[in-house]
């Protein structure tokens, strides 16, 4: 039991569509990132947010967007959605202290895109 | 750019024999290199990690790995293999974005047989 909590755990869109994910951390986690799993791969990094704002980003299009909120809940937005946003993503979050923070992972959301 | 290389997208042992899975990996920097364990419909837990201290690192469950910069590898080992390790691993390693965003491999399944 890791304490972050991912909902839905499974979501089924229609290309072109927009889509929610939502994540809950640990109370006190400054931190949370966003991976996305495709089938048979590593996660990929997408992006990460630290204290409210963007912090670091990956190579994913701005149609991947993301809000940190200060009650520790975090969303993942994806607009436009296409066939290869097919995955499992998963939300990651940790207390930043600059070095050997540790992350605590979510079991994430299977999204399929018909 | 950093990578993580993982050999064999599938290893099989029997239990009781030893479990060993293969990163290298490559950094531009000083790496920080961890190894991540996922069981089915669940999220990524953390095996181990090094972060410049001792070479060989002790893990959760009877896991060792050790880093060899020279070789540039951060293989996974385990003395003796049970049923529950079944599992996949991910080699991970931190990106120059920060220690809590992780370049991970493709994964390696472990599949153990009686």
């Known amino acids: 039991e890791t304490g972050v909590t991912q909902s839905p755990t499974h979501l089924i869109k229609t290309r072109g569509q927009q889509v929610t994910l939502r994540c809950s951390s640990q109370?006190?986690?400054?931190?949370v990132s966003w991976y996305q799993q495709a089938l048979g791969q590593g996660p990929q990094f997408i992006f990460q947010?630290?204290?409210?704002?963007?912090?670091g980003r990956g190579n994913f299009p701005p149609r991947f967007s993301g809000l940190q909120f200060p009650n520790y809940s975090s969303e993942l937005n994806v607009n436009a959605l296409e066939l290869d946003d097919s995955a499992l993503y998963l939300c990651a979050s940790s207390f930043s202290t600059g070095g050997n923070e540790k992350l605590f992972f979510g079991s994430g959301t299977q999204l399929s895109v018909l | 750019a950093q990578s993580v290389t993982q050999l064999g997208s599938h290893v099989s042992v029997s239990e009781g024999a030893l479990v060993l899975l293969r990163c290298n990996y490559s950094s531009s920097v000083p790496p920080y290199l961890f190894w991540y364990v996922q069981y089915p419909n669940q999220g990524l837990q953390l095996l181990l990690k090094y972060t410049s201290a001792a070479t060989l690192v002790k893990g959760i469950n009877g896991f060792e790995a050790e880093f060899k910069k020279s070789e540039t590898s951060f293989h996974l080992t385990k003395p003796s293999a049970h049923m529950s390790d079944a599992a996949e691993y991910f080699c991970?390693?931190?990106?120059?974005?920060?220690?809590?965003?992780?370049?991970f491999g493709k994964g390696t399944m472990l599949l153990v047989s009686p």
């Open positions: 109370s006190g986690h400054n931190t």
């Open positions: 947010y630290y204290r409210e704002e963007e912090n």
């Open positions: 991970a390693v931190s990106s120059l974005l920060g220690y809590s965003t992780l370049t």
